[in-house]
């Protein structure tokens, strides 16, 4: 889950940095991917509905400071195809003025007579449809030509008040950075680097500083260090005049901080490297810096000293509260990872962010990279079964789960906007791929209906999710998105925050006043909507708060949305009708509140004009701002309300300085508007006056006047209107059908009560109806569409569940786990609650309120228990049942099987586990050469080989989310010799019992019998046994050639089997284990037979073993028949005052199959020879509490590591 970078948003490009920002960054091309022009930006940052980097998309709300250094300014370094003419001229009709044009990528391209046909007026034209025809010639049955509808332009060139300076010696800089304070400053600040892409770090930086509107700059290189190399430029957001500078960290980690806007530094080193900065939205002096090693500092001095609040923070996951749903404007709220890789959600104070002091909101742990606090609002994510879920707290109480329609079945949700206490969110349900559908919420952020489906969506340049949907500045509720319906894009508008939707109504005209023939629903206007971070590129929206009604965007007239024949449109009337005001793409600026719109061409060649409208768009006059054409690469406006001073960024060539042109729009007004210069304008939807429950009349220049505004007036006035049917939505669970009426949707029970509601008080029974947020109508129908207040009906408790908080059927043996129980209907403060989990333990509750955060309890043995609720009242009962699997990690697993056995014998192999009470397991053998394994709940098999050779068998152990194995190789032959081997007393002194040490020794020895009798290696395998005293198990093996030929019979195993005996006999047998130990090998006993074989003709020493066994299993029956009376003994199923647990034994473990110690397995050849009373059971003390209950995952004894 996370925020968007909705399509409509803080517009990209030129519109975008006049809108009063005063900051502004353009980078070369490629610049984002060497990191250094596209920082890390926080959420936060993020401005309205605009993309943000990094992670899962992210949005701020408008207002919000600043997170991040500002963006920069690059150089688009755009080179001129060969063949590309330079800017050409076109008359419009009947003006006589010329239009600038210039050829574009795929357009056909005119001749020398179509730009004499130009001049005269005369020639082709682009029909709205892209249909080039002549403009002499009418379509027949069309009506004449409008001239009061075209666009009119005024070529008749009209020159600004402009200044021109270059930085001098930074022409190889590609970035920059730009700031502007603004509010009645003139202070200009700019930071210009060189990125080197082969080394991938910043290699020269320049700070030049301008306290004249930009007419002259002053660098700084000197103030900060000449040798100091800059990176980024902050600036706090709620005092302009403190500016932060950051050095490479490649070079060193300080800051610089000024407090009089940049004209003197202080430095102060850093003993981390800062990625990125997030302010304080009121305090100027507290910041939150995030560190590239994932830790995060705060500071109260603004910099000059930090402390460490929280390591292993997640990026772009941390906020400062929310003035007015926090208490303590210090209280960060932050995403961190815990040790083993989750993600949960903490609060801390600034000053006092300590173990003990953090706070944890949500209980348990979220998805990473879910973590969003936004206004009044707190969201996270949390994944069970394969599904999300998602969790709103509103104003800081308790977390609910969001509700969406039943069968929504989200697969990502991004919360869009929470403005006006309510929750916009996109959702991709289950059957969408690249739409999203558009939901709304209350008040609480918990229930959401359905607003648009199928709204187009896209990736960012980041790979972040982009909606197709723009909220109109100034208009609350206003709204424009990007449908897909029948594999067609089109673009719908609202103006009830989705309640209802209509396309746009195509200009009937176009540029040149030509009637256009476009016919609703089959043809409309199509705009597009998202938010570019390249001005040169399509894509282009703006709006502003002063200036409500003007809406301008690129988009084509047609039966859908293109990317061919792109045109410029714009509105007067709030998106009610428009106009085509260019053909070609421009970048449309705001100036005094609106009262001016400036348009710059977009192209690759150097301009030195630009278009100026004082009359919304209808009217467009040529001005230049520059005397040599300007390759544009950005312009920054002057921030405030007087907006009537920009900053154009270019260069006069591809190796020029920057090029800064101040332009001075003050010169073309002559005076201030007065009283007479307005008239009223009122807010409608085709005809309608009443917008969200109100009618609104606006001030607006006439068209006619050229004055000054300055200061944004605002609306005159706002009357609420009568409410009706169009004033209200449907509420959660209902669905509005063909004749306009809310009904129930098929899986809401609207009888559903809510389940805080009890016999004897009150709820709000909905009518179907819920009313728009912020929606201002009074009376009317009002109170027939909203909720009632009514009695809680008594009811039988009913739809009674079970299930633990993050809604797994396991649990960790030895920790807490959290039980919810919910109940879908019933009286839940007169009810009844009995938990019994299943190990003798049981617990009351006397209502479910008492039971909202869950109930904890520790299961301090493995197994599955049968844990169980009933809930009783006067009027009826329920129960419901939850098998809970109560586990211990699993960290070994060792094979146990015979080293060497014989054809056509049954073998037996047995996985042992550390610790041995895991829980429940499933086990799968893969042995000789099957292909396919074999899968038991048992953790030992038998099986048979039938060919001769080396056998590898493996085996595999699942327990819960783990899976551990272990292979072996065992022989398989028709006929062996085995020989028990001892050792002189002096091996047990170094021998440490680990398995490296035996494989070691094992070829020692081996080494040592070939050495002493010549006996082919072959013939002859070696391997010490765990245990003490030291001892060895001898086999002696037949051995064939490749070629299958000369195969040792049972006669030359009995010789080989009487050299070896006679040799160790002879103490023939010896090696060094170390200078100066010498350790003798002696026989033992020898076989005839595989040692696994227990049948009659074997020797006796495999009968010994036989009733080795034997005695031990009595020996268990008798220790469990009367476990009760004997100390020491831990009694499995022991319960409080006796009493039985209820609890279904380990599937993997049967009751019948007695508890072995793990350091006395032995396989058949360790039991040879040895007496039984060394096999008897023996169970330590030391592991068991005093209750005889196992109290952690510790095991009784270590496990052997081999064969």
Same mark, same amino acid.
Not at 267 to 275: A, H, S
Not at 357 to 375: E, M
Not at 410 to 425: C, G, L, R, W, Y
């Given at each position: 889950?996370?925020?968007?970078g909705?399509?409509?948003?803080?517009?990209?490009?030129?519109?975008?940095?006049?809108?009063?920002?005063?900051?502004?960054?353009?980078?070369?091309?490629?610049?984002?991917?060497?990191?250094?022009?596209?920082?890390?930006?926080?959420?936060?940052?993020?401005?309205r509905?605009?993309?943000?980097p990094?992670?899962?998309?992210?949005?701020?709300?408008?207002?919000?400071?600043?997170?991040?250094?500002?963006?920069?300014l690059?150089?688009?370094?755009?080179?001129?195809?060969?063949?590309?003419?330079?800017?050409?001229?076109?008359?419009?009709p009947?003006?006589?003025?010329?239009?600038a044009?210039?050829?574009?990528s795929?357009?056909?391209?005119?001749?020398?007579?179509?730009?004499?046909?130009?001049?005269?007026?005369?020639?082709?034209?682009?029909?709205?449809?892209?249909?080039?025809?002549?403009?002499?010639?009418?379509?027949?049955?069309?009506?004449?030509?409008?001239?009061?509808?075209?666009?009119?332009?005024?070529?008749?060139?009209?020159?600004?008040?402009?200044t021109?300076f270059?930085?001098?010696?930074?022409?190889a800089h590609?970035?920059?950075?730009?700031?502007?304070?603004?509010?009645?400053?003139?202070?200009?600040?700019?930071?210009?680097?060189?990125?080197?892409?082969?080394?991938g770090?910043?290699?020269e #930086? @320049? *700070?030049?500083? =301008?306290? !004249?509107? +930009?007419? &002259? %700059?002053? $660098?700084?290189?000197?103030?900060?260090?000449?040798?100091?190399?800059?990176?980024?430029?902050?600036?706090?957001?709620?005092?302009?005049?403190?500016?932060?500078?950051?050095?490479?960290?490649?070079?060193? #980690? @300080? *800051?610089?901080? =000024?407090s !009089?806007? +940049?004209? &003197? %530094?202080? $430095?102060?080193?850093?003993?981390?490297?800062?990625?990125?900065?997030?302010?304080?939205?009121?305090?100027?002096?507290?910041?939150?810096?995030?560190?590239?090693?994932q830790?995060?500092?705060?500071?109260?001095?603004?910099?000059?000293?930090?402390?460490?609040?929280?390591?292993?923070?997640?990026p772009?996951?941390?906020?400062?509260?929310?003035?007015?749903?926090?208490?303590?404007?210090?209280?960060?709220?932050?995403?961190?990872?815990?040790?083993?890789?989750?993600?949960?959600?903490?609060?801390?104070?600034?000053?006092?962010?300590?173990?003990?002091?953090?706070?944890?909101?949500?209980?348990?742990?979220?998805?990473?990279?879910?973590?969003?606090v936004?206004?009044?609002y707190?969201?996270?994510?949390?994944?069970?079964?394969?599904?999300?879920?998602?969790?709103?707290?509103?104003?800081?109480?308790?977390?609910?789960?969001?509700?969406?329609?039943?069968?929504?079945?989200?697969?990502?949700?991004?919360?869009?906007?929470?403005?006006?206490?309510?929750?916009?969110?996109?959702?991709?349900?289950?059957?969408?791929?690249?739409?999203y559908?558009?939901?709304?919420?209350?008040?609480?952020?918990?229930y959401?209906?359905?607003?648009?489906?199928?709204?187009?969506?896209?990736?960012?340049?980041?790979?972040?999710v982009?909606?197709?949907?723009?909220?109109?500045?100034?208009?609350?509720?206003?709204?424009?998105?990007?449908?897909?319906?029948?594999?067609?894009?089109?673009?719908?508008?609202?103006?009830?925050?989705?309640?209802?939707?209509?396309?746009?109504?195509?200009?009937?005209?176009?540029?040149?006043?030509?009637?256009?023939?476009?016919?609703?629903?089959?043809?409309?206007?199509?705009?597009?909507?998202?938010?570019?971070?390249?001005?040169?590129?399509?894509g282009?929206?703006?709006?502003?708060?002063?200036?409500?009604?003007?809406?301008?965007?690129?988009?084509?007239?047609?039966?859908?949305?293109?990317d061919?024949?792109?045109?410029?449109?714009?509105?007067s009337?709030?998106?009610?009708?428009?106009?085509?005001?260019?053909?070609?793409?421009?970048?449309?600026?705001?100036?005094?509140?609106?009262?001016?719109l400036?348009?710059?061409?977009?192209?690759?060649?150097?301009i030195?004009?630009?278009?100026?409208s004082?009359?919304e768009?209808?009217?467009?006059?040529?001005?230049?701002?520059?005397?040599?054409?300007?390759?544009?690469?950005?312009?920054l406006?002057?921030?405030?309300?007087?907006?009537?001073?920009?900053?154009?960024?270019?260069?006069?060539?591809?190796?020029?300085?920057?090029?800064?042109?101040?332009?001075d729009?003050?010169?073309?007004?002559?005076?201030?508007?007065?009283?007479?210069?307005?008239?009223?304008?009122?807010?409608?939807?085709?005809?309608?006056?009443?917008?969200?429950?109100?009618?609104?009349?606006?001030?607006?220049?006439k068209?006619?006047?050229?004055c000054?505004?300055?200061?944004?007036?605002?609306a005159m006035e706002?009357?609420?209107?009568?409410c009706?049917?169009?004033?209200?939505?449907?509420?959660y669970?209902?669905?509005?059908?063909?004749?306009?009426?809310?009904?129930?949707?098929?899986?809401?029970n609207?009888?559903?009560?809510?389940?805080?509601?009890?016999?004897?008080?009150?709820?709000?029974?909905?009518?179907?109806?819920?009313?728009?947020?912020?929606n201002?109508?009074?009376?009317?129908?009002?109170e027939?569409y909203?909720?009632?207040?009514?009695?809680?009906?008594?009811?039988?408790?009913?739809?009674?569940?079970?299930?633990?908080?993050?809604?797994?059927?396991?649990?960790?043996?030895?920790?807490?786990?959290?039980?919810?129980?919910?109940?879908?209907?019933?009286?839940?403060?007169?009810?009844?609650?009995?938990?019994?989990?299943?190990?003798?333990?049981?617990?009351?509750?006397?209502?479910?309120?008492?039971?909202?955060?869950?109930?904890?309890?520790?299961?301090?043995?493995?197994?599955?228990?049968?844990?169980?609720?009933?809930?009783d009242?006067?009027?009826?009962?329920?129960?419901?049942?939850?098998?809970l699997?109560?586990?211990?990690?699993?960290?070994?697993?060792?094979?146990?099987?015979?080293?060497?056995?014989?054809?056509?014998?049954?073998?037996?192999?047995?996985?042992?586990?550390?610790?041995?009470?895991?829980?429940?397991?499933?086990?799968?053998?893969?042995?000789?050469?099957?292909?396919?394994?074999?899968?038991t709940?048992?953790?030992?098999?038998?099986?048979?080989?039938?060919?001769?050779?080396?056998?590898?068998?493996?085996?595999?152990?699942?327990?819960?989310?783990?899976?551990?194995?272990?292979?072996?190789?065992?022989?398989?032959?028709?006929?062996?010799?085995?020989?028990?081997?001892?050792?002189?007393?002096?091996?047990?002194d170094?021998?440490?019992?680990?398995?490296?040490?035996?494989?070691?020794?094992?070829?020692?020895?081996?080494?040592?019998?070939?050495?002493?009798?010549?006996?082919?290696?072959?013939?002859?395998?070696?391997?010490?046994?765990?245990?003490?005293?030291?001892?060895?198990?001898?086999?002696?093996?037949?051995?064939?050639?490749?070629?299958?030929?000369?195969?040792?019979?049972?006669?030359d195993?009995e010789?080989?089997s009487?050299l070896?005996?006679h040799?160790?006999?002879?103490?023939?047998?010896?090696?060094?284990?170390?200078?100066?130990?010498?350790?003798?090998?002696?026989?033992?006993?020898?076989?005839?037979?595989?040692?696994?074989?227990?049948?009659?003709?074997?020797?006796?020493?495999?009968?010994?073993?036989?009733?080795?066994?034997?005695?031990?299993?009595?020996?268990?029956?008798?220790?469990?028949k009367?476990?009760?009376?004997?100390?020491?003994?831990?009694?499995?199923?022991?319960?409080?005052?006796?009493?039985?647990?209820?609890?279904?034994?380990?599937?993997?473990?049967?009751?019948?199959?007695?508890?072995?110690?793990?350091?006395?397995?032995?396989?058949?050849?360790?039991?040879?020879?040895?007496?039984?009373?060394?096999?008897?059971?023996?169970?330590?003390?030391?592991n068991?509490?005093?209750?005889?209950?196992?109290?952690?995952?510790?095991?009784?004894?270590?496990?052997?590591?081999?064969?």
């Amino acid at each position: 889950m996370g925020k968007v970078g909705a399509g409509g948003g803080s517009p990209a490009g030129l519109s975008a940095l006049l809108a009063g920002a005063g900051l502004l960054v353009l980078c070369a091309p490629g610049s984002c991917g060497g990191g250094s022009c596209c920082p890390p930006r926080h959420p936060s940052a993020a401005p309205r509905w605009a993309p943000t980097p990094g992670g899962l998309p992210h949005q701020g709300p408008r207002g919000r400071a600043p997170a991040a250094p500002l963006p920069q300014l690059g150089r688009p370094l755009f080179a001129v195809a060969p063949g590309d003419r330079a800017l050409s001229l076109e008359r419009a009709p009947g003006t006589g003025a010329p239009v600038a044009v210039a050829p574009r990528s795929g357009r056909k391209r005119r001749s020398g007579e179509d730009l004499e046909k130009a001049e005269r007026g005369e020639g082709t034209s682009r029909s709205p449809r892209g249909v080039l025809r002549d403009r002499g010639q009418q379509e027949p049955g069309t009506p004449e030509r409008d001239p009061d509808k075209a666009t009119r332009f005024r070529l008749e060139e009209l020159k600004l008040t402009s200044t021109t300076f270059a930085l001098t010696g930074d022409s190889a800089h590609n970035q920059a950075m730009v700031h502007w304070s603004g509010h009645n400053s003139s202070v200009i600040l700019i930071l210009t680097k060189l990125y080197d892409y082969n080394l991938g770090s910043i290699t020269e #930086s @320049s *700070l030049w500083r =301008s306290t !004249d509107y +930009g007419t &002259t %700059y002053e $660098k700084l290189n000197d103030k900060v260090g000449l040798k100091t190399i800059l990176s980024y430029l902050y600036v706090c957001p709620t005092n302009k005049r403190k500016i932060m500078l950051l050095t490479d960290p490649e070079i060193e #980690s @300080s *800051l610089l901080i =000024s407090s !009089d806007e +940049g004209a &003197t %530094y202080q $430095k102060y080193r850093l003993n981390f490297y800062i990625q990125s900065l997030l302010f304080h939205p009121k305090q100027e002096d507290w910041i939150l810096a995030y560190s590239q090693d994932q830790k995060l500092y705060s500071s109260a001095e603004f910099g000059r000293r930090w402390q460490l609040i929280q390591e292993a923070v997640v990026p772009n996951r941390f906020y400062w509260s929310v003035m007015g749903s926090n208490k303590e404007p210090d209280l960060i709220h932050l995403e961190a990872r815990t040790v083993d890789g989750h993600s949960q959600y903490l609060t801390c104070r600034m000053q006092n962010c300590t173990e003990a002091n953090r706070n944890k909101p949500f209980p348990g742990y979220i998805d990473p990279d879910s973590l969003i606090v936004q206004d009044d609002y707190v969201f996270v994510q949390l994944t069970s079964g394969g599904r999300p879920h998602y969790y709103v707290s509103y104003r800081r109480n308790a977390f609910a789960q969001m509700k969406l329609p039943k069968y929504a079945l989200p697969k990502d949700m991004h919360v869009i906007s929470t403005d006006e206490n309510q929750v916009f969110a996109a959702v991709q349900e289950w059957n969408q791929n690249d739409t999203y559908n558009l939901y709304i919420s209350d008040t609480r952020g918990v229930y959401f209906t359905l607003a648009l489906e199928n709204v187009q969506s896209s990736r960012g340049p980041e790979g972040n999710v982009m909606i197709d949907l723009y909220e109109v500045a100034g208009i609350k509720g206003m709204f424009l998105a990007n449908k897909k319906t029948d594999n067609q894009v089109k673009t719908f508008i609202t103006y009830n925050k989705g309640r209802d939707w209509r396309l746009l109504q195509a200009p009937d005209t176009d540029l040149r006043g030509d009637p256009v023939h476009c016919l609703l629903p089959y043809c409309s206007l199509h705009l597009h909507l998202k938010v570019s971070e390249n001005p040169y590129t399509s894509g282009i929206i703006a709006s502003r708060d002063t200036a409500p009604s003007i809406i301008v965007a690129s988009g084509n007239i047609g039966s859908e949305l293109s990317d061919s024949d792109i045109s410029m449109f714009v509105s007067s009337d709030a998106g009610n009708t428009w106009r085509q005001i260019f053909e070609e793409e421009h970048s449309v600026l705001y100036l005094d509140q609106g009262g001016v719109l400036v348009a710059m061409k977009h192209t690759s060649l150097p301009i030195r004009h630009l278009w100026l409208s004082f009359d919304e768009g209808r009217s467009w006059s040529k001005y230049s701002f520059t005397s040599i054409p300007l390759f544009v690469d950005g312009v920054l406006g002057e921030p405030g309300e007087e907006t009537l001073i920009m900053t154009v960024f270019g260069h006069f060539s591809h190796r020029s300085e920057w090029q800064l042109v101040k332009v001075d729009y003050k010169s073309i007004f002559d005076r201030r508007c007065a009283e007479e210069d307005y008239r009223p304008w009122q807010l409608h939807s085709q005809g309608e006056a009443c917008i969200m429950g109100a009618k609104r009349i606006y001030k607006k220049r006439k068209s006619e006047r050229k004055c000054m505004q300055g200061k944004y007036a605002g609306a005159m006035e706002s009357e609420p209107c009568v409410c009706t049917e169009a004033d209200f939505d449907c509420d959660y669970g209902y669905e509005r059908h063909s004749n306009g009426q809310c009904l129930p949707a098929f899986w809401f029970n609207p009888s559903s009560l809510s389940k805080d509601c009890s016999l004897g008080q009150s709820y709000l029974n909905s009518t179907g109806y819920r009313k728009v947020v912020s929606n201002n109508c009074t009376d009317g129908v009002r109170e027939q569409y909203t909720a009632k207040p009514q009695k809680c009906p008594g009811k039988a408790p009913r739809g009674l569940r079970i299930v633990t908080a993050d809604g797994k059927l396991t649990a960790e043996q030895g920790h807490n786990v959290t039980l919810m129980v919910q109940l879908e209907e019933g009286d839940v403060q007169r009810t009844l609650i009995q938990v019994d989990f299943g190990d003798g333990i049981a617990v009351s509750y006397v209502n479910l309120s008492s039971m909202e955060d869950g109930i904890k309890h520790v299961y301090h043995n493995v197994g599955i228990f049968r844990v169980t609720v009933q809930v009783d009242n006067s009027l009826g009962s329920d129960s419901a049942v939850l098998y809970l699997h109560v586990t211990c990690p699993l960290e070994h697993v060792h094979l146990s099987l015979p080293f060497v056995t014989t054809k056509n014998k049954e073998v037996n192999a047995t996985a042992v586990l550390w610790p041995s009470q895991v829980g429940t397991l499933t086990y799968v053998w893969w042995y000789g050469n099957n292909t396919e394994p074999l899968i038991t709940l048992e953790g030992s098999i038998a099986f048979k080989f039938t060919s001769e050779g080396m056998n590898t068998i493996t085996v595999q152990v699942s327990a819960g989310n783990a899976i551990l194995q272990d292979t072996k190789t065992i022989a398989v032959y028709e006929e062996f010799r085995s020989l028990r081997l001892s050792f002189s007393p002096n091996l047990d002194d170094y021998n440490p019992d680990i398995p490296e040490w035996r494989r070691d020794v094992s070829r020692v020895i081996k080494k040592a019998l070939v050495e002493a009798t010549g006996v082919p290696a072959q013939h002859i395998l070696v391997a010490v046994l765990p245990g003490l005293p030291t001892a060895a198990e001898l086999f002696v093996l037949p051995h064939q050639d490749p070629t299958g030929e000369n195969k040792r019979s049972a006669e030359d195993l009995e010789q080989i089997s009487e050299l070896l005996i006679h040799k160790l006999n002879q103490n023939s047998v010896h090696f060094e284990l170390k200078p100066g130990v010498q350790v003798l090998v002696h026989a033992a006993h020898l076989t005839a037979a595989p040692l696994v074989d227990l049948t009659p003709t074997h020797s006796g020493s495999a009968m010994l073993m036989l009733l080795s066994v034997v005695f031990v299993g009595l020996a268990v029956f008798v220790i469990y028949k009367f476990k009760r009376k004997i100390p020491g003994i831990n009694v499995y199923a022991q319960m409080q005052n006796e009493k039985e647990r209820e609890m279904v034994s380990r599937v993997s473990h049967p009751e019948s199959r007695p508890y072995v110690p793990q350091t006395e397995l032995r396989r058949p050849g360790q039991l040879i020879d040895e007496k039984v009373e060394s096999q008897l059971i023996e169970v330590p003390n030391s592991n068991f509490e005093s209750n005889g209950v196992l109290g952690s995952c510790s095991v009784f004894s270590r496990i052997p590591t081999e064969h």
